[in-house]
């Protein structure tokens, strides 16, 4: 019997929802400070009126993808803007008349 090494494959990144990462920008931008997951997730449910489950497990996928394009930094599950540059991603993530989004 070989014995070998079991290799990872890296996930493929999924695209961002782009109205709820602009959400989330956002309301880091205005609150001038990091945030933790669950109050992000609360934060968003009252301004929303979202509270079902499937609303909170999209935005904590929007929170990791976030993290992994480089948009935002995460430490012990608190959230903060890592980009100097915010004006344009958010410019890039507004939605555009002629375009349909997904």
């Known amino acids: 019997m070989q014995m070998g090494y079991k290799l990872r494959r890296v996930?493929?990144?999924r695209r961002l929802v782009r109205h709820l990462m602009r959400i989330i920008l956002e309301l880091l931008q205005s609150t001038q400070r990091p945030m933790r997951d669950t109050e992000i997730i609360s934060t968003l449910a009252a301004r929303l009126r979202r509270s079902d489950p499937e609303f909170q497990r999209q935005v904590a996928l929007n929170l990791e993808d976030a993290v992994s394009y480089g948009i935002l930094k995460r430490?012990?599950?608190v959230y903060s803007l890592r980009s100097k540059q915010l004006s344009l991603i958010v410019?890039?993530?507004a939605p555009s008349s002629g375009r349909s989004q997904r």
Do not use: D
């Open 75 to 77: 430490q012990l599950n």
């Open 91 to 93: 410019e890039n993530l």
């Open 11 to 13: 996930p493929q990144q």
